[in-house]
Every structure is written in structure tokens, then in C-alpha cells.
């Protein structure tokens, strides 16, 4: 028996800076998940996947992520992804450069 589809984002990384984007539903990137576009049919994500492959001047990567809707947007269901949309995993880049935590 298949499995049954369960919601998704488009996801992938941007070609020049490299940071996590995401596929919003007015065709843009977003460096935010909670702006992303929450496809909910397997057809679609299809589509919406294909699309943001033909975009390899701009992103590399592009894959379906499970997620779920929330309060603001869409959320992970993988740590995997809760984990890639706070940025690196040093203090010194991206998202996490304005944090007050220190360095060690």
C-alpha cells in the first residue's frame, strides 16, 4: 500500500550565499520558513519541485520537505530541517550571527 502524502515545502540553497530557501506561494525565495509555500497535494509538489529544478541560476538543491501548518506558516517535521533553517552551526554566519550566545 502506498504511503500517504503528507504536506511539503519546496526547499533548496541559494547558489552564491548558499543559505536555505524557501519556494513561497508567489513564486519568490525566502530565507524564512514560515513564508514558504505549504503544498498540501502530491501533484503539485511535483509541479512546484520541477519549477524550482529549472531555476539553477539562482538555487542548487531544490527538494520536497515534510511539513506541517503552524500558528505563522508552515514547520519542520525532521529535525534535519528545524536544524537547517536556523543556519550554520557556528555562531560566526548567517542566522545565527546576531545571536548574544558566545563563542567558544
Sequence with gaps: MARAFTPKVVTANDLVEGDVIYLTEDDRWSRTLSDAELITDEAHAQLR???AERQANIIVGA???????GENGPEPTHFREDFRRTGPSN???G???T???PRS
Design 91 to 93: 555562531y560566526a554566519h
Design 95 to 97: 542566522k545565527q550571527e
Design 99 to 101: 545571536q548574544t550566545q
Design 49 to 51: 519541485l520541477l519549477d
Design 63 to 69: 527538494y520536497l520537505a515534510d511539513a506541517i501548518a
